[in-house]
Nanobody
């Protein structure tokens, strides 16, 4: 079993920055690809960014490319999402996800078998 705990979400003004963290615990020796997803009210959960285990290849949704950066500290079993130039459209609950089966980043939620509880990000205009 793997437990994922997100933190860092809060209310921020448009143009501001936030850094989300996702700490993994449990059977983390089999953590492979990690991803961040988000879900806004009334919308489906969507892929934001992903990072593979080794060598840490990164992938981004077009809507956040150039503004968000995903990174990981394997020694700390933690994944980060640095969010800059935030927009009101970025308002959502942000979820961390882990794949303990394969080191393949996918934009499909079904490709991850562990999820955190989410952290709320609200961007005011």
């Amino acid at each position: 079993q793997v437990q994922l705990v997100e933190s860092g979400g809060e209310l921020v003004q448009a143009g501001g920055s936030l850094r989300l963290s996702c700490a993994a615990s449990g059977r983390t020796f089999r953590l492979y690809a990690m991803g961040w997803f988000r879900q806004a009210p009334g919308k489906e959960r969507e892929f934001v960014a992903g990072i593979s285990w080794n060598p840490g290849r990164t992938y981004y949704a077009d809507s956040v490319k150039g503004r968000f950066t995903i990174s990981r500290d394997n020694a700390k079993n933690t994944v980060y999402l640095q969010m800059n130039s935030l927009k009101p459209d970025d308002t959502a609950v942000y979820y961390c996800a882990a794949d303990t089966v394969a080191d393949t980043v996918t934009s499909l939620a079904g490709g991850y078998n562990y999820w955190g509880q989410g952290t709320q990000v609200t961007v005011s205009s």
